[in-house]
């Protein structure tokens, strides 16, 4: 429901032209993790569709923190407009590392995620808070245009139980066979950046994850001062409980879609702030009934 009025409007103080400031839904950005593709987040695309937003879930390419990072922020560049990331397991490192100056970024959402500080790993933070993940993985090298690393696969017959234990054992041997490997440096390599610390983040901890310790989640949301909520999940929550997952995306979009715009990073302190006391003298003007301008305001929030 909407409501709006019409109201005077000055011109332009400073001879300039006038302004206005529309409310935008942001595009959000669905990053995946290890042993999966941009297939996992399906029930969440389609749920995020229908309620009219832009929706991108890029391949992740698991060859380590660095390069994928890199990688995922030169997918943002080609984005118009706000920005809301969510990042499920390594993507949320990714997330974490991309959004870094990007003033476009508007909400950080981690989904069962890794999400380091400055200086830490993978590694190092799952030193501090055990997961079945270390024994549940087997290791084979790989070569490719003259790189060459080591390979990260889930071994089959421990997929379902750490990865995936809610969903069915037909579905968990074809995950089995279809994964994608993470390379070893995806969780070796130290974080150099945290986003987190400058946007505003949601934190979904999956209650019932075996591949990342749920206490590791709590604390990485905690730590962040992230909007948190637990649900009672396998690491995989975006595939078992899309719905839950949505909801806690939308309120990370809903809070990008208010937040308030920016001043302009152009002109000189001086020029911004003469610009922001003609602004003043101009709403004075406003009062007084010279103009038009439309002010309008949404109501409610969209539901399920």
Same mark, same amino acid.
């Given at each position: 429901?909407? +409501?709006c009025a019409t109201v005077a409007a000055p011109a332009a103080a400073d001879g300039g032209t006038t302004t206005t400031t529309t409310t935008t839904k942001p595009t959000i950005v669905l990053v995946h993790g290890a042993f999966a593709d941009a297939s996992s987040w399906n029930g969440v695309v389609e749920r995020l569709e229908r309620r009219g937003y832009s929706v991108i879930a890029p391949a992740n390419p698991l060859r380590g923190l660095y390069s994928d990072s890199t990688y995922i922020a030169s997918v943002l560049d080609s984005i118009k407009g706000p920005l809301v990331l969510v990042g499920h397991s390594y993507g949320g490192s990714l997330i974490s590392s991309a959004a870094a100056g990007n003033g476009r970024?508007?909400? +950080?959402?981690?989904v069962s995620a890794l999400?380091?500080?400055?200086?830490?790993?993978?590694?190092?933070l799952a030193a501090r808070f055990p997961s079945e993940l270390g024994t549940a993985t087997n290791s084979v090298p790989y070569r490719a245009g003259g790189v060459s690393g080591t390979d990260l696969y889930l071994k089959p017959d421990r997929l379902r139980p750490v990865f995936a234990a809610d969903l069915p054992e037909s579905t968990t041997r074809?995950?089995?066979?279809?994964?994608?490997p993470v390379a070893t440096t995806a969780f070796s390599e130290k974080a150099k950046v945290a986003a987190w610390k400058h946007i505003p983040s949601w934190f979904l901890v999956a209650k019932q994850d075996r591949t990342i310790n749920p206490d590791q989640e709590r604390?990485?949301?905690?730590?962040?001062?992230?909007?948190?909520?637990e649900i009672d999940s396998s690491h995989v929550a975006m595939i078992t409980h899309p719905e839950a997952v949505t909801d806690l995306v939308l309120q990370a979009a809903t809070a990008a879609e208010s937040a308030r715009p920016e001043l302009p990073a152009t002109g000189s302190p001086h020029a911004a702030r003469t610009k922001t006391a003609l602004?003043?003298?101009?709403a004075g003007s406003l009062i007084a009934g010279a103009g038009a301008v439309l +002010?309008?305001?949404?109501?409610?929030?969209?539901t399920s």
């Open positions: 429901m909407a +409501l970024v508007k909400s +950080l959402v981690y999400m380091p500080d400055v200086g830490e790993s993978g590694m190092s074809v995950m089995a066979v279809t994964q994608r604390f990485e949301a905690q730590r962040a001062g992230s909007h948190t909520v602004t003043g003298i101009a +002010l309008c305001r949404r109501w409610g929030r969209p």
